[in-house]
């Protein structure tokens, strides 16, 4: 596996597949205001994704699943549970959501992938935190191809 740390927009990436952390799918998405990445997936990618997310239902905290991307240039995208009906992160949820997007992206046949700071921000975990947590699962994941974390940067 091939990881990177880049600063930018996760939207702005070459990659396959990005994922999208997300809540656990329990509040209907259109009574949400989608806010970091969902919200610039909404405003650049559409409704599409939101709409087929909520027809797969709860997603169990540190679970992924996949929809189409959309508006967006992706394969996919796939949507880890990250922070809780509370609205935060821990390490465990940060780690199987890892693990749980790679599995999903190694099954679909996806050779790159670009994952935010899954749990920072909205989820409450620090920048350093959350990289430290995501560096260290990746170390125990098993993918082909090339994986890239992206800190959001204007």
Known sequence: MDIKIVDGDLLDQDVDVIVNAW??????WWLLLPQGV????????????????????PIPLGGAVITGPGKLPFQ??????????????????IRDSIRNALALA??????????PLIGAGTGG??????????????????????????????
């Open 23 to 28: 809540n656990r799918n329990i509040i209907p």
């Open 38 to 57: 969902s919200g610039a997936i909404k405003k650049r990618g559409g409704y599409a994704p939101f709409r087929e997310l909520a027809r797969l239902g």
């Open 76 to 93: 996919a995208i796939i949507h880890v549970a990250g922070i809780s009906m509370w609205w935060r992160s821990s390490e465990k949820s």
């Open 125 to 154: 975990g620090s920048e350093e935190k959350v990289l430290e947590f995501m560096q260290s699962e990746l170390q125990n994941c098993d993918f082909d191809g090339e994986v890239r974390i992206v800190r959001f940067r204007r």
């Open 106 to 115: 190694a099954q679909r046949g996806f050779r790159s992938i670009a994952f």
